[in-house]
């Protein structure tokens, strides 16, 4: 049976909705960004090169006129970046973003996160991915550790 609690967080999911990235999203999806890599933020440059490169792959959540939070993949499976602005966090979007390049790919997901960001490695667990592999020092003085989704976890999500 549903908890009480979790209404409120059915209602905001059933109006939020994904789309392609456009040009015009720019300054809310930078300011995503920067609040979610304080240190580490990717330029509006890099931002705009892979909504050319990944066009159909660069997809913001929204609801309203707000942009929740955004995922860049690639066909690869290669998750290049995903945030979710701090006020909409644990509300159920990052997972419905990552469902959304899940269902997209159709292969496996994969992706490297900072050792140190306990949030996001709890986050990718709890969706089924595993830790394949660890590159010390790829954030500089962080090591990166490789998360992967394989094909048995594969087959759980694909009819959601
Ligand atoms: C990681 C991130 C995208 C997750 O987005 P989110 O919308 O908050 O995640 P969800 O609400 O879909 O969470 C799904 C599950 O992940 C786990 N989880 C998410 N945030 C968590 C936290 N702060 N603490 C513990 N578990 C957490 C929970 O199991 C959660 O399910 P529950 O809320 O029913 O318990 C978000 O925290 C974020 O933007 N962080 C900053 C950017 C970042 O680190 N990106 C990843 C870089 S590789």
């Known amino acids: 049976m549903r908890?009480?609690?979790e209404y409120p967080r059915m209602a905001e999911k059933a109006l939020a909705k994904i789309r392609k990235f456009e040009v015009g999203d720019i300054n809310k999806i930078l300011e995503i960004e920067e609040q979610a890599f304080p240190k580490t933020a990717y330029s509006r440059e890099t931002m705009l090169?892979?909504?050319?490169?990944?066009?159909?792959?660069?997809v913001v959540i929204e609801a309203g006129s707000e942009?929740?939070?955004y995922i860049i993949f690639d066909m690869s499976g290669h998750v290049h970046s995903t945030a979710v602005k701090s006020a909409y966090r644990r509300k159920g979007f990052g997972r419905m973003l990552f469902m959304h390049a899940l269902r997209y790919t159709k292969k496996r997901l994969?992706?490297?996160?900072r050792s140190k960001n306990s949030v996001a490695i709890r986050f990718y667990k709890g969706l089924g991915m595993e830790t394949a592999g660890r590159i010390p020092n790829y954030y500089g003085t962080?090591?990166?550790v490789i998360m992967v989704l394989g094909q048995k976890e594969w087959g759980h999500y694909v009819d959601i």
């Open 3 to 5: 908890r009480h609690s």
């Open 49 to 58: 090169h892979y909504a050319n490169s990944f066009r159909d792959n660069f």
């Open 67 to 69: 942009i929740l939070g």
């Open 110 to 113: 994969w992706l490297e996160v």
């Open 142 to 144: 962080d090591d990166a």
